[in-house]
């Protein structure tokens, strides 16, 4: 595969959980994110992270409002990137606050 090849896809995002990227949808991104091929990275500002680390995104302190562009690299970018703002978008499923076992 050539450079030519490689799909790139960026999305911006907002995060709209009321607790913002904590522990518990920080895991839920990096377990789909490592789902993908893709290298997936989060970009909040400056600061730039990998997608597929819980430590990472939580060094983002992303609160609630505030703005995210997840950015995916390789063969299955496109799908990554659709299916990681459309968790995004739901609030990493924590809007019944009954999803106990």
Known sequence: M??????????TVVVSNPQGLHARPAHEFVKLASQFQAKIELVKGHERVDGK?????????????TELRIEAEGGDAETALEALAELLAHNFAEDNPNNEA
């Open 2 to 11: 050539s450079a030519m090849d490689v799909q790139r896809a960026s999305r």
């Open 53 to 65: 680390s819980i430590l990472a995104l939580l060094t983002l302190a992303a609160g609630p409002g």
